[in-house]
């Protein structure tokens, strides 16, 4: 279910330097896979995935089943507004964090918003590829002659420089999530049920990202926001120190 443009309205996101920045928040009142723990809260958008079906051949007349993948946004959100650095060290402070605290029910929503960004990421990973062992490619005695055609000066072909370029854009159409509730009843008296709490999601300040596929643990995406609008934003306020 994405979500609409007309629902779209400018909110302040607060930065971690005390000012806040006038911003396109989205929003939904649909139920939504949120987790509540100590000192932060968990917000997963499914992506809406075509239905796959495929088998694998095991050599003896039967076939076992590859279970879908399921690929989702999560949004790490420190309660504290400058609580982001924190939350990222307890993220990294052990192998399947992120997993572990990823929330398994949908919830009914009071304030919600998540604000649309686009960031882009551009880096010089030859120091960290040559750090790592990959050092053959950038000297004289690599041959990579397969790679490209022979240009006929007879000069050999080396690797001078590796960029690594991420980019990742969030808005009402980038993400779908859905979700589905029943409630069976049986006849009899009707109990008396007290009505479900509803949690705020509001992500207006400094949190981590993470894209992952759920069936394998894998992420594919991490990152953090600290300000949606890249420093366009005008300035809302500013509180005083």
């Known amino acids: 279910m994405p979500f609409h443009e007309r629902d779209t309205r400018d909110r302040p996101f607060h930065l971690l330097d005390g000012a806040a920045v006038d911003t396109p928040f989205m929003d939904n009142s649909d139920r939504h896979f949120i987790a509540v723990h100590d000192g932060f809260k968990v917000l997963k958008l499914q992506y809406k995935m075509q239905q796959q079906d495929y088998s694998r051949s095991c050599g003896y007349g039967w076939t076992a089943n590859k279970k879908d993948a399921q690929y989702s946004m999560c949004i790490f959100l420190p309660d504290a507004h400058d609580g982001l650095r924190a939350l990222l060290d307890e993220i990294t402070s052990r192998p399947g964090f992120v997993h572990d605290h990823l929330p398994s029910d949908?919830?009914?929503?009071?304030?919600?918003?998540?604000?649309?960004?686009?960031?882009?990421?551009?880096?010089?990973?030859?120091?960290?590829?040559?750090?790592?062992?990959?050092?053959?490619?950038?000297?004289?005695?690599?041959?990579?002659?397969?790679?490209?055609?022979?240009?006929?000066?007879?000069?050999?072909?080396?690797?001078?420089?590796?960029?690594?370029?991420?980019?990742?854009?969030?808005?009402?159409?980038?993400?779908?999530?859905?979700?589905?509730?029943?409630?069976?009843?049986?006849?009899?008296?009707?109990?008396?049920?007290?009505?479900?709490?509803?949690?705020?999601?509001?992500?207006?300040?400094?949190?981590?990202?993470?894209?992952?596929?759920?069936?394998?643990?894998?992420?594919?995406?991490?990152?953090?926001?600290?300000?949606?609008?890249?420093?366009?934003?005008?300035?809302?306020?500013?509180?005083?120190?």
């Open 106 to 241: 949908t919830v009914k929503v009071g304030d919600f918003g998540v604000p649309k960004f686009k960031l882009e990421f551009m880096t010089n990973v030859t120091e960290i590829l040559k750090h790592l062992g990959l050092v053959l490619p950038f000297g004289m005695g690599a041959d990579l002659s397969d790679m490209m055609e022979a240009n006929g000066s007879g000069d050999p072909l080396v690797v001078q420089d590796v960029f690594h370029k991420a980019v990742i854009e969030v808005n009402e159409e980038g993400t779908e999530a859905a979700a589905v509730t029943m409630m069976l009843m049986s006849p009899g008296c009707a109990p008396m049920m007290m009505p479900e709490p509803r949690v705020d999601f509001v992500a207006d300040h400094p949190f981590a990202y993470f894209i992952v596929e759920e069936v394998s643990s894998t992420i594919l995406f991490a990152g953090h926001v600290v300000d949606p609008t890249h420093g366009q934003g005008p300035v809302r306020t500013r509180t005083r120190t």
